[in-house]
């Protein structure tokens, strides 16, 4: 849903957070309990950390970007937020990030025969991932990964 904005605005974001030293962790749209539609962008540091002060700064700036660069046909809310301990893993230095440590991978479709792997990253290649699952070791290309996170 609404797929060609978030693609628009990303390099945008991307771009205006890195000014700042933080960077864009991910975007997507979503509808919330109440079916009102909502914009979340998630912002952090590279070794992690963003204040409420600097979310609510980022609101206003993100907003106003969102307002010069896409039209969105539906009313939306934007929130800006740390992503916390469930931060998601999207790109490649998310992965470098927890070298060693539990991620729980799922998949856009099925590769060696499973759409879902538990297991320690071992490391990060130019565009996979070597994940040590229980039972084997197995090398994921990133664009097969749909989404991921480290296991807490």
């Known amino acids: 849903m609404f797929e060609d904005v978030l ?14 030293g933080f960077i864009l962790v991910d975007m997507r749209f979503y509808r919330n309990n109440e079916g009102a539609l ?11 950390g963003v204040n409420l002060a600097e979310c609510a700064r980022f609101n206003i700036e993100l907003g106003d970007i969102a307002e ?3 039209s969105v046909s539906a009313r939306y809310t934007l929130e800006v937020s740390s992503p ?26 099925p590769y060696d025969g499973k759409i879902e792997y538990l297991g320690s990253v071992e490391s990060v290649g130019a565009d996979a991932i070597l994940i040590k699952t229980e039972n084997k070791t197995i090398n994921i290309p990133l664009e097969k990964v749909n989404r991921a996170k480290q296991v807490v």
């Open 7 to 20: 693609l628009k605005l990303r390099p945008f974001f991307s771009a205006h957070l890195e000014k700042q």
């Open 38 to 48: 909502i914009l979340e962008v998630l912002a952090d540091r590279s070794e992690g």
């Open 68 to 70: 010069e660069n896409a």
């Open 84 to 109: 916390g301990i469930d931060r998601p893993l999207v790109i490649l230095p998310d992965f470098r990030r927890v070298i060693g440590r539990k991620v729980r991978v799922f998949l856009k479709e």
